[in-house]
């Protein structure tokens, strides 16, 4: 039981930003919120994770409610290769296990 | 960032017969890798998560004398799918962790590309 929720389809125009919700309202206070995403037929991807604080790499940034119980994926400017599967996952301290959920499919239009 | 290789990424055997497919960290050391497979259309299923040196840890269903695990250093992690029949068909992927992360630190997972099963 991955215990988030995201919806399960968005799309997106190229070149705009993209915001994935995430719904965890029974995290914990030792819980990561990791996003990690998939291409077809590869591997998960790491994409971000966070605790607390709004957190920014060069791939995405992460914006975490106040109260933890919700967070969101930033893609500043989808391009057509962002298209994956996007999830959502909290990393259960201490057993420190990914369990995947449904995750978000993002579809891209050019 | 750090990287994952599995291999093989795509076998086929013929049913009732075993296949291993390896999973290896790069550069870094991990002490811990876990293994999920996937079937076409949903999400990943963690399989068992394998801890150098120990046995591993199967998650509910998951039958472990089917699903051969073993991790007998910190850079290699194999399974073993014996006696395989057409339903073991999937995706299976592994990941692993770097060892110098603590269980607070959020340390990332990286997982490999993936290996296609098919059995015949």
């Known amino acids: 039981d991955a215990k988030t929720t995201q919806p399960n389809s968005m799309e997106s125009n190229e070149e705009e930003p993209v915001h994935l919700p995430c719904n965890h309202s029974?995290?914990?206070?030792?819980?990561?919120i990791h996003w990690y995403r998939q291409l077809p037929s590869q591997g998960p991807e790491y994409v971000i994770h966070?605790?607390?604080s709004n957190v920014n790499n060069r791939m995405a940034s992460l914006a975490i409610a106040e109260d933890r119980k919700s967070s969101t994926l930033i893609l500043h400017r989808a391009t057509l290769r962002d298209a994956a599967v996007y999830y959502c996952?909290?990393?259960?301290?201490?057993?420190?296990?990914?369990?995947f959920g449904t995750g978000t499919r993002l579809t891209i239009i050019p | 960032g750090a990287v994952v290789s599995q291999h093989p990424s795509r076998v086929i055997c013929k049913s009732g017969t075993s296949v291993k497919i390896e999973c290896r960290s790069l550069?870094?050391?991990?002490?811990?890798m876990f293994w999920y497979r996937q079937f076409p259309k949903q999400s990943l299923m963690l399989m068992a998560t394998?801890?150098?040196?120990?046995?591993?840890?199967?998650e509910q269903g998951v039958e472990k004398d089917k699903f051969l695990i073993n991790h007998a250093s910190l850079t290699l992690s194999t399974l073993t799918v014996t006696s395989a029949h057409p339903e073991d068909s999937s995706f299976y992927i592994c990941?692993?962790?770097?060892?110098?992360?603590?269980?607070?630190?959020?340390?990332?997972?990286?997982f490999g590309e993936g290996s296609w099963l098919t059995v015949v």
């Open positions: 990941s692993a962790r770097d060892r110098t992360g603590g269980v607070n630190s959020g340390n990332t997972i990286y």
């Open positions: 029974t995290i914990s206070g030792t819980d990561y």
């Open positions: 966070g605790l607390t």
């Open positions: 996952i909290r990393l259960l301290a201490p057993y420190e296990k990914l369990t």
């Open positions: 550069d870094f050391q991990a002490t811990t």
């Open positions: 394998s801890n150098e040196g120990s046995k591993a840890t199967y």
